[in-house]
């Protein structure tokens, strides 16, 4: 007899998102970046950078958290049998759809998580970015509703399934071999920032274990902000929204006991007030994430799964944060970066031109 996944129910996924709301303003207490405890787009941006694939001094970091969610997925994924290794559903277009969400992520400054986060902690920014992330997940589900679907994945073996855990586990065991030396921009292969966001962040075996924890978690609950807009846009169904509300009302509370909530527009940690760019940087990075099927989080746990397709918009992001620094694309907190608009409208452009052709009343 089949265990029942209590994870996954109502009130198993209303716990995991009260526990990532509690867990995330104690790593902002502990070191990580202000209203940025746990951030998927940001994270990736920080390892993106660690390994040299852009060279912003102020974002350089190999984020534990990252590695503990695909880490502890896969942990939790062969514990209940459910490592499924596929791929082949369309990946490169998977790859470009990571690459924009990253670009959007970074036009906002943040994924999701961290729009939740800056809402708990009092950044009012974050509300046109969760307005303008509900807005793309809606366009999205306009897609899928006239049939859009980026085909079936295809059955492969194991090492396939494996392959984004092992990057993972290497980039951690980098991370052994080079440590962070303090006051030095480089150690041995990896960069480190010296100030900045990048330089800031909870102890090492704090940041692995709270990753690996929600990373098993997450995948057992099926934990997913895009998902859970997605279902109660298209179905009505409060299920996984509730998740959201859980996190948003724990990291408030949290906030409030650490002291870390500041209310208001200006002055907010790692954060611009253009209310425009954060409305529509989140409203491509939304797009993008239900065109993928996932959000950024959603995306590190199936990876851990085994899911190639999942890893290549994973794969995706951390090239968009690439592109962004390099190309002047992401903002900053003086405002939006010198080509973010282009890189906005090209993004935008991408996703239609994909919603469209993939839909199967146009095919």
Same mark, same amino acid.
């Given at each position: 007899?089949?265990?029942?996944?209590?994870?996954?129910?109502?009130?198993?996924?209303?716990?995991?998102?009260a526990?990532?709301?509690?867990?995330?303003?104690?790593?902002?207490?502990?070191?990580?970046?202000?209203?940025?405890g746990i951030c998927v787009a940001?994270?990736?941006?920080?390892?993106?950078?660690?390994?040299?694939?852009?060279?912003?001094?102020?974002?350089?970091?190999?984020?534990?958290?990252?590695?503990?969610?695909?880490?502890?997925?896969?942990?939790?994924?062969?514990?209940?049998?459910?490592?499924?290794?596929?791929?082949?559903?369309?990946?490169?277009?998977?790859?470009f759809l990571g690459v924009f969400a990253m670009i959007g992520a970074l036009i906002f400054l943040g994924c999701p998580w961290r729009a939740l986060l800056r809402l708990s902690g009092g950044d009012m920014n974050a509300v046109l970015g969760l307005a303008g992330?509900?807005?793309?997940?809606?366009?999205g589900t306009l897609f899928l509703k006239k049939g859009y679907n980026l085909g079936r994945s295809q059955v492969v073996r194991p090492p396939a399934g494996w392959l984004l855990s092992l990057m993972m586990a290497g980039f951690f065991i980098l991370m052994l071999i080079y440590p962070q030396v303090q006051g030095e921009a480089k150690s041995g292969v990896l960069f480190y920032s010296v100030k900045g966001p990048?330089?800031?962040?909870?102890?090492? /075996? *704090?940041? !692995?274990? #709270?990753?690996?924890? $929600?990373?098993? +978690?997450?995948?057992?609950?099926?934990?997913?902000?895009?998902?859970?807009?997605?279902?109660?846009?298209?179905?009505?169904?409060?299920?996984?929204?509730?998740? /959201? *509300?859980? !996190?948003? #009302?724990?990291?408030? $509370?949290?906030? +409030?006991?650490l002291g870390?909530?500041?209310?208001?527009?200006?002055?907010?940690?790692?954060?611009?007030?253009?209310?425009?760019?954060?409305?529509?940087?989140?409203?491509?990075?939304?797009?993008?994430?239900?065109?993928?099927?996932?959000?950024?989080?959603?995306?590190?746990?199936?990876?851990?799964?085994g899911d190639g397709d999942a890893a290549m918009f994973v794969l995706g992001m951390i090239a968009g944060a690439a592109f962004a620094h390099n190309f002047g694309l992401a903002s900053s907190p003086k405002g939006l970066g010198p080509h973010g608009m282009a890189a906005f409208v090209l993004g935008l452009l991408f996703c239609l031109f994909i919603g469209?052709?993939?839909s199967r009343k146009n095919a």
């Open positions: 007899m089949q265990r029942r996944n209590i994870f996954a129910t109502k009130w198993g996924i209303i716990g995991v998102g526990l990532i709301g509690i867990l995330a303003p104690v790593l902002q207490k502990l070191g990580n970046p202000g209203n940025m940001c994270f990736e941006r920080d390892i993106a950078g660690t390994i040299g694939l852009h060279r912003a001094g102020v974002v350089q970091y190999m984020r534990p958290e990252i590695i503990g969610f695909v880490i502890g997925a896969l942990i939790g994924a062969h514990l209940f049998k459910e490592f499924r290794p596929r791929v082949g559903s369309d990946p490169v277009i998977r790859f992330l509900s807005f793309g997940v809606w366009i990048g330089n800031m962040h909870a102890p090492i /075996i *704090v940041s !692995l274990s #709270v990753g690996l924890g $929600i990373g098993f +978690l997450a995948q057992r609950s099926r934990f997913c902000t895009m998902g859970a807009l997605r279902d109660l846009l298209l179905f009505g169904q409060m299920h996984l929204f509730g998740g /959201i *509300v859980a !996190l948003v #009302v724990a990291a408030f $509370i949290t906030n +409030l006991i870390q909530f500041h209310v208001g527009f200006a002055g907010q940690p790692v954060a611009h007030n253009l209310h425009i760019w954060n409305f529509a940087g989140m409203a491509l990075a939304g797009l993008c994430f239900a065109l993928a099927g996932g959000c950024p989080g959603r995306q590190l746990f199936l990876s851990g799964e469209f052709t993939m």
